[in-house]
């Protein structure tokens, strides 16, 4: 059983960075794959990025390419995203997710474990 808790969310001007963090319980982080999916009201969750267990392989969908970057802290039991050049269409309500695998996963169907979500509000 993992235990999922993010933070970091709130509100930034357009152009704008945040740091969330996702952090996990248990001894067994390093064998999780992690993803972040966010949600805006009225639209389905959907994918953000994802990292394999050990960081080696990480994911992006297209619309956050080369402004967000995943990276974890397996000592700390920690993973990260950091969004940079903050849109108002990245406005959502952010999750991280976990599964037990090696692998990196895009589809939210593969998560097993899910923390209560952070929100992210970008202004224009």
């Known amino acids: 059983q993992v235990q999922l808790v993010e933070s970091g969310g709130g509100l930034v001007q357009a152009g704008g960075s945040l740091r969330l963090s996702c952090a996990a319980s248990?001894?067994?982080?390093?064998?999780?794959?992690m993803g972040w999916f966010r949600q805006a009201p009225g639209k389905e969750r959907e994918f953000v990025t994802a990292?394999?267990?050990?960081?080696?392989?990480?994911a992006y969908a297209d619309s956050v390419k080369g402004r967000f970057t995943i990276f974890r802290d397996n000592a700390k039991n920690t993973v990260y995203l950091q969004m940079n050049s903050l849109k108002p269409e990245d406005t959502a309500v952010y999750y991280c997710?976990?599964?037990?695998?090696?692998?990196?996963?895009?589809?939210?169907?593969?998560?097993?474990?899910w923390g209560q979500g952070t929100q992210v509000t970008v202004s224009s």
């Open positions: 997710a976990a599964t037990f695998s090696t692998r990196a996963y895009l589809s939210r169907r593969e998560y097993d474990y």
């Open positions: 248990g001894r067994t982080f390093g064998r999780y794959a």
């Open positions: 990292s394999s267990w050990n960081g080696d392989y990480t």
